[in-house]
């Protein structure tokens, strides 16, 4: 069946620096990609998705690259902030799967200033 | 804000009790999906709906149940409650019904702390 695997957290870094959390994926078919973030105390929320190989996802700052030869999705920032601290989730979706969203199990980020 | 609702944000209750969870998903969605975020098990899928009908189960406790209702809210019943129930439940919403790949909205969430 599909899977997501994300890198294990946490990940603790000063302001500034580069991140990037890797997630590779199992799927039988031809997936669509997203990374959810979840700040304290909140839920989840869309932070960049890609639906199609070699398309590339962006939002605040981040972004990702769908790699089918690979088969990853690694979210990188080049420099973050103390308000990037959160809970990042790499998760798929596909038809084989009845396009039901499987969730990585998350990578929680500390950001120091 | 996501647009998606969920009352109560705290629950505390007994073992062996029941209590429910109630989600109002985004105008014009018909998806609901309900999850529950424990520090062990992570981010565990249990029920979609749409349109009032089910679509999609996952990792639900035969004592869970859920429904949707024709105003599309849904609600999460959890009874014979266990210590290990405790958690965080999470409500999203999609507008699609597992056609194509969708984008979900989710709720705040209601944190269950069972005692």
């Known amino acids: 069946g599909n899977s997501v695997t994300q890198m294990e957290g946490p990940v603790t870094l000063s302001e500034e620096a580069f991140l990037t959390i890797n997630c590779t994926y199992t799927?039988?078919?031809?997936?669509?990609l997203f990374w959810y973030v979840q700040y304290p105390g909140e839920g989840l929320q869309l932070l960049l998705k890609?639906?199609?190989?070699?398309d590339k996802g962006s939002n605040k700052g981040f972004e990702a690259t769908y790699r089918k030869e690979t088969t990853s999705f690694h979210l990188e920032k080049g420099s973050v902030q103390v308000s990037d601290s959160a809970v990042y989730f790499c998760?798929?979706?596909?038809?084989?799967?009845?396009?039901?969203?499987?969730f990585g199990a998350g990578t929680r980020l500390f950001v120091k200033a | 804000d996501s647009g998606v609702t969920q009352t109560p944000k705290h629950l505390i209750t007994a073992t062996g009790q029941r209590v429910t969870l109630r989600c109002s998903p985004r105008?014009?969605?018909?998806?609901v999906y309900w999850y529950q975020q424990s520090l062990d098990q992570g981010l565990q899928f249990l029920i979609q709906?749409?349109?009032?009908?089910?679509?999609a189960k996952g990792n639900i406790l035969e004592r869970f149940s859920a429904q949707q209702f024709p105003d599309l809210h849904s609600e999460l019943n959890l009874s014979s409650l266990e210590l290990g129930d405790s958690a965080l439940y999470f409500c999203?919403?999609?507008?699609?019904?597992?056609?194509?790949?969708?984008?979900?909205?989710f709720g705040p969430g209601t944190r269950l702390t069972v005692l």
């Open positions: 105008s014009g969605d018909l998806s």
């Open positions: 999203a919403s999609s507008v699609g019904g597992g056609g194509a790949p969708d984008t979900q909205y």
């Open positions: 890609a639906t199609k190989a070699d």
């Open positions: 998760a798929l979706s596909d038809r084989t799967g009845g396009f039901k969203t499987i």
């Open positions: 799927a039988t078919g031809y997936p669509s």
């Open positions: 709906y749409y349109n009032g009908e089910e679509r």
